[in-house]
């Protein structure tokens, strides 16, 4: 079957249908990276976008559950140049295709990839239409497609009620963490209790005010999708968390609110970050690291007094900001994801660093 990808400047890809037989309007990015499909996928940061793969083959290994970063798939869309049917891993339990039906996720396969992201760097992201019905007319349709706006995903994407994780077979350190849920990954959690830490995950809405009043040795702010702006009551929750003497860790949107708490602004980047392949340099050891990142958006670090906190990390490619230390607190934020492995263990010394700040703060 035929399907179309209408993008908002009028351009119209064809290719073929996969996945889900619905229509659907959304922001269009893309992912650089050249394996992970399946944590692309089930990532909550993609909540409210549709997701281009730039690596030309996608789901030749398959499917394998246990690799999953949340319960279920979070994109509204996917779109990639080869589809593999046939996938060859031992680990496969399914495939592309079924996982998409299975998600009611809408897909276009056999399009050109690597033209549509030249768009997207060109033009910047904008908001497309995945379908397999014709229009006679696009002027009405590019209308519908300019008014989409990613909105509320936070809030989807978050736990409903609070949980716990704790390992039955890692030595415990007795250190208890709250984790805020604004989107998470699972993996996040897991790096927490596989380093021993009893971890309370509070959904989006929960007040500081009951955070704090379970007395947690340190507080983790989690990855999540959308315009950190949009998020005005987290905000105002998290800077009561600031206040507080508890070390705080915060990871990628997290990272945006803990700055807008702090007087800080953010702002949209052209097209992103979305990749396992992005270098990072640590300001303070001139180490550069290979990081994971899926991320629309970024904190200005020029908006921030430097007495309140100082850049800690800077995007190589870029120049923008990928972490911030804060200034008498025990508190240090990154804007990409330590609990992912491009590196592949690059950046899992910040649980570990996380981990001692809790101890000093004993």
Known sequence: MKAFLILEDGTVFEGSHMGSDREVISEIVFNTSMTGYLEVLTDPSYAGQAVVMTYPLIGNYGVCYEDMESLKAWPDGYIVRELSGIPSNFRSQDTIQHFLVNNNIPGICDIDTRALTKILREKGTMNGMITTRTYENLEEIICRIKQYKVAGVVEKTSCKEVSVMESRDAKQTGKKVALLDLGAKKHIADSLVKRGCQVTIYPSRTSAEEILASHPDGIMLSNGPGDPKENADVIREIRTLYESDVPIFAI???????????????????????????????????????????????????????????????????????????????????????????????????????????????
Do not use: W
């Open 252 to 362: 990628c949107l997290g990272h945006q609110l803990m700055a807008l708490a702090a007087g800080g602004d953010t702002f949209k980047l052209k097209y992103g970050h979305r990749g396992g392949n992005h270098p990072v340099k640590d300001l303070e050891t001139g180490r550069v690291y290979i990081s994971s990142q899926n991320h629309g958006y970024a904190v200005d670090e020029s908006s921030l007094d430097p007495e309140i906190a100082v850049p800690a990390f800077v995007n190589v490619n870029d120049g923008t900001n990928e972490g911030l230390k804060y200034i008498g607190k025990n508190i240090f934020t990154v804007q990409y994801h330590p609990e992912a492995c491009p590196g592949p263990q690059d950046s899992g010394y910040l649980f570990d660093k996380f981990l001692r700040m809790m101890e000093v703060n004993a």
